[in-house]
């Protein structure tokens, strides 16, 4: 079965300062990856996603994210980090081809200070 | 207009009582999920749906119910709410091909005393 860790629930960083949250997923192929934003009182927005090809995907909002097949990793990041960008992040995975079960990680809590 | 909507935003309610969630969508999905988010824990699926004559239960569908009344209606029934169901409540849609990729909306805050 396929599984998603998100090691860190929190993170605190400065505005202004570079940000990785990761993402490891247990899957027997390359599935599809995801990373999804939750605001505060809001439902999850779809941030960027890898199907296959380039393993660097470019998403909204100046995020990017890496696919490592060998560390089955799919860390996200940002280089410089708006206080707008204080939310719930959560990395998800979906096997690639046939019934998608999407499965989420618990989330990453990120705290913006000035 | 939100493309996924969900009623209602919030609700109190009892322990016993019967307790409907609806979910609506303008996207044109045939795929509708009920998923269930708990501090910590994460999003989970309840029941998911891949076309009106289609319903699946997801890894905690006991204590729930869904109807899906049309492509574009897909709601979640509480026949009698217990406290351990108090939780924020999310629908979500997907499309064709069927990436795995959702929409959501905007979420149905359930607190049971």
């Known amino acids: 079965a396929q599984s998603v860790t998100q090691p860190d629930i929190h993170i605190t960083v400065s505005e202004g300062a570079s940000l990785e949250l990761r993402c490891n997923y247990s899957?027997?192929?390359?599935?599809?990856l995801f990373w999804y934003v939750q605001s505060p009182g809001q439902g999850l927005q779809l941030l960027l996603k890898?199907?296959?090809?380039?393993?660097l995907v470019q998403g909204i909002k100046g995020f990017e994210a890496e696919f490592k097949r060998s560390q089955s990793s799919f860390n996200l990041r940002k280089p410089s980090v708006h206080w707008s960008d204080a939310a719930e992040y959560f990395c998800?995975?979906?096997?690639?081809?046939?019934?998608?079960?999407?499965?989420f990680g618990i989330g990453t809590k990120l705290q913006v200070i000035p | 207009d939100a493309d996924v909507t969900q009623t209602p935003r919030n609700r109190i309610t009892k322990t016993g009582k019967r307790i409907m969630l609806e979910c609506s969508q303008t996207?044109?999905?045939?795929?509708m999920y009920w998923y269930r988010q708990d501090p910590g824990l994460g999003l989970r699926l309840i029941y998911y749906?891949?076309?009106?004559?289609?319903?699946n239960k997801g890894e905690i569908s006991d204590g729930y119910s869904v109807s899906r009344q049309a492509q574009a209606k897909f709601s979640l029934s509480l026949e009698s709410a217990i406290p351990n169901q108090t939780a924020l409540y999310f629908c979500?849609?997907?499309?064709?091909?069927?990436?795995?990729?959702?929409?959501f909306g905007e979420g149905s805050r359930l607190t049971v005393l």
């Open positions: 998800a995975v979906s096997p690639s081809g046939g019934y998608q079960k999407v499965t």
């Open positions: 899957y027997g192929a390359t599935p599809y």
């Open positions: 890898y199907f296959s090809g380039d393993t």
């Open positions: 996207k044109g999905h045939d795929r």
């Open positions: 749906s891949f076309d009106v004559k289609d319903i």
């Open positions: 979500a849609t997907g499309g064709t091909p069927n990436t795995g990729e959702l929409f």
